[in-house]
């Protein structure tokens, strides 16, 4: 389809219009955003909410160029906004496990196993699947897209899962250096099992 057959459908606001527009940019879209990114589910995730604002937003957007240049434009800027926030993430992550580590070093071994035992209590209490999630990356280390092909899921879904785990587990602390046992909590728990 030509850039004018397009616009011209883009123009016509309606939903029939919409869904010929997204089945034939939507997998171009998606090839273009892997030159980016090496994971397709994130091209995919970034692409399918591209066509979501556009469609919400549809009234309100005037273009001046083409409405391929635009979805391209702004599916480019969602990803250079999910890239800083994944590397603002972990800049603070690697910080936070220098100071636990820090403070960790001087802990009494049973004020540890307390710690140890208050996580393993709250993941058991967890929904089974938030707790299937979290088991599968704290313990196993497998990566939100292992974890998301394993149980034929979204990436999306993972991430809900573990950021529900995380807070259910943070509320059982009350120092930020106590966070190390949730994100080192494989390797810890394997640990005491073994001890």
């Not at 273009?63 to 635009?70: A, D, E, M, R």
């Not at 035992?117 to 313990?139: A, N, S, W, Y």
């Not at 990566?143 to 995380?166: G, N, P, R, W």
Request: hydrophobic letters at 35%; proline letters at 2%; a positive charge.
């Amino acid at each position: 389809m030509t850039n004018t057959e397009l616009n011209n459908l883009w123009k016509k606001g309606d939903e029939e219009s919409f869904t010929v527009l997204f089945n034939e940019l939507y997998q171009p879209l998606v090839a273009y955003l892997l030159q980016y990114t090496d994971k397709p589910a994130d091209a995919e995730d970034i692409a399918q909410s591209t066509f979501i604002k556009l469609w919400e937003k549809r009234s309100h957007i005037n273009l001046t160029i083409s409405i391929k240049s635009y979805l391209y434009t702004s599916a480019y800027n969602s990803y250079v906004d999910n890239f800083r926030k994944e590397k603002k993430n972990k800049s603070y992550l690697e910080d936070l496990k220098h100071q636990a580590l820090q403070s960790l070093v001087d802990e009494p071994e049973e004020e540890f196993q307390k710690k140890i035992k208050l996580i393993q209590k709250t993941v058991e209490g967890l929904p089974d699947r938030c707790k299937t999630i979290f088991k599968l990356h704290k313990e196993k280390g497998h990566s939100f897209k292992e974890i998301a092909d394993k149980l034929e899921i979204s990436v999306k879904t993972v991430e809900a899962q573990m950021s529900i785990a995380l807070k259910r587990i943070r509320k059982e602390f009350k120092e930020e250096t106590d966070l190390l046992l949730i994100i080192c909590f494989g390797r810890i728990a394997s640990k005491s099992d073994k001890a």
